[in-house]
């Protein structure tokens, strides 16, 4: 079966780093996206990862390994506005996104 | 219009009755999704279209139908809705559906909340 496991909350202090983890098994692999979804909203395209390494973007960057079937979202200098639930989706070998439960990030003053 | 639109925004409706959910994108986007979001679950795929006069069935497709008769439009009908189909809905385009590239993000449209009582 397909699998996408990250946890299901975490708390941060605003101005602190927050990494948030992927871990999957999918048929196939086509490339990791990350989302971020505040409540009451739609998902909104944060990342893409299609090779092993580091995208940085701002104060976000995402992290992929394949060889591991694992990805972290790694979120900087935090502020109130990141409060959200952050999706982490893989496209399989139908290049159909397969998601995960989504994190809800709470951000604490 | 502006990115892709949804209709009703939410709607309550009597278990056994049809409904149509509306979903209207204007960036020329070739495939379209719905998806439904329920809380502790990850969002599930009902069906898609890759292009226009083509659809497909997703990962939870029953009690659903869909037709794509032109690029803009992918509305979602519920025969004979029951409590189940209570949820989120989400419709999402994207330009390229058979490529993994970073321009075949997913746009979503707002969302519709469905309850049936």
């Known amino acids: 079966g397909q699998n996408i496991d990250q946890p299901t909350e975490m708390t941060a202090t605003e101005g602190a780093i927050v990494q948030i983890n992927c871990t999957y098994q999918?048929?196939?692999?086509?490339?990791l996206f990350w989302y971020q979804q505040h409540a009451g909203e739609a998902p909104t395209f944060l990342s893409y990862n299609v090779l092993d390494g580091l995208e940085e973007k701002g104060r976000f960057s995402s992290f992929l390994s394949r060889s591991k079937g694992y990805s972290y979202l790694l979120l900087k200098e935090l502020q109130m506005k990141d409060s959200a639930s952050y999706l982490c989706a893989v496209m399989d070998s139908n290049y159909q996104l397969i998601w995960g439960a989504g994190t809800k990030l709470i951000i604490k003053p | 219009i502006a990115g892709i639109t949804q209709a009703p925004t939410s709607q309550i409706l009597a278990a056994g009755r049809r409904m149509t959910l509306r979903c209207t994108q204007d960036m020329r986007h070739n495939a379209m999704y719905w998806y439904r979001q329920d809380l502790g679950l990850g969002l599930r795929l009902i069906h898609y279209?890759?292009?226009?006069?083509?659809?497909g069935k997703g990962e939870v497709p029953d009690g659903y139908s869909v037709s794509r008769a032109n690029t803009d439009d992918f509305p979602l009908t519920l025969a004979s809705a029951v409590p189940s189909q209570t949820s989120v809905y989400f419709c999402?385009?994207?330009?390229?559906?058979?490529?993994?590239?970073?321009?075949?993000?997913?746009?979503f449209g707002p969302g519709t909340r469905l309850t049936v009582l």
């Open positions: 999402a385009s994207s330009g390229s559906p058979l490529l993994a590239d970073s321009y075949n993000e997913q746009f």
């Open positions: 999918t048929s196939g692999f086509n490339g």
């Open positions: 279209s890759n292009t226009a006069g083509t659809t």
